[in-house]
């Protein structure tokens, strides 16, 4: 069965650059969340989109946005990189404007992030 | 503040027993809840979930428990495997509001053969 890709799977960038990582969401999944690890960390909401709307925010900085288009990937952007946004980063996507207990995340393998 | 908790950031079993991972919650409003498995250098992957309603959800060898009154569920995993050795995460989610989960810290299981 087909999963939610992410890419790149490793990323390695310089303090202040800018980085885009994408998420290709489960087909008929309309939901896209992004998810930031920290080492030794839990997984912190970002951001979630549905049907290409933002849904809901978490604690994503303001150097970072992000989108859902219109086949419903979706792009994160990162600018002014600092080294403490080194993480691994997931996606993960549903079906419906709510995730439940019957229509749970599916999460994608995670891009990590390396600031130097 | 960390709404969902999970004491245990190691737990060792023997093959063939049963795995016991447990998950504390704080916030009632909560009225679903997930666990995940993660393997290294892969994404958490979904095992099972409970609606408020329930008390209990199995599937195969995976069955959750929930209790209210408590704030508690755990997850028993019987007979465990060595390839069920892994991190497993909890989750909670309100449905009624909030549109993302949140995650405990991870309980490292390693099923010894």
């Known amino acids: 069965a087909a999963g939610v890709i992410q890419s790149p799977r490793h990323l390695i960038k310089e303090k202040r650059e800018t980085a885009t990582l994408k998420c290709y969401p489960i087909?008929?999944?309309?939901?896209v969340y992004w998810y930031q690890q920290g080492p030794g960390q839990d997984p912190q909401f970002l951001i979630s989109?549905?049907?290409?709307?933002?849904?809901d925010k978490g604690s994503i900085p303001d150097r970072f946005s992000a989108q859902q288009f219109s086949d419903y990937h979706s792009e994160l952007n990162m600018s002014s990189l600092e080294l403490g946004d080194s993480a691994l980063y997931f996606c993960?996507?549903?079906?419906?404007?709510?995730?439940?207990?019957?229509?749970?995340?599916?999460f994608g393998n995670g891009t990590r992030l390396t600031v130097t | 503040d960390q709404q969902v908790k999970q004491n245990s950031p190691s737990l060792s079993v023997q093959e063939g027993r049963i795995s016991i991972l447990n998950c504390d919650y704080t916030?009632?409003?909560?009225?679903?809840f997930l666990w995940y498995k993660k393997y290294p250098a892969e994404g958490p992957t979904f095992l099972i979930s409970?609606?408020?309603?329930?008390d209990k959800n199995e599937d195969g060898r995976f069955t959750v428990f929930l209790n209210k009154s408590a704030k508690h569920l755990s997850l028993h995993i019987v007979p465990s495997q060595p390839g069920d050795s892994a991190v497993y995460f909890c989750?909670?989610?309100?449905?009624?509001?909030?549109?993302?989960?949140?995650f405990g810290s991870g309980t490292q299981l390693t099923v010894l053969p």
């Open positions: 916030n009632s409003m909560f009225d679903y």
């Open positions: 989750a909670a989610g309100d449905s009624g509001s909030a549109r993302q989960l949140t």
């Open positions: 993960a996507s549903s079906f419906g404007p709510t995730s439940s207990y019957n229509s749970p995340l599916h």
């Open positions: 989109f549905y049907e290409k709307m933002q849904s």
């Open positions: 087909p008929r999944h309309d939901t």
């Open positions: 409970i609606s408020s309603i329930k």
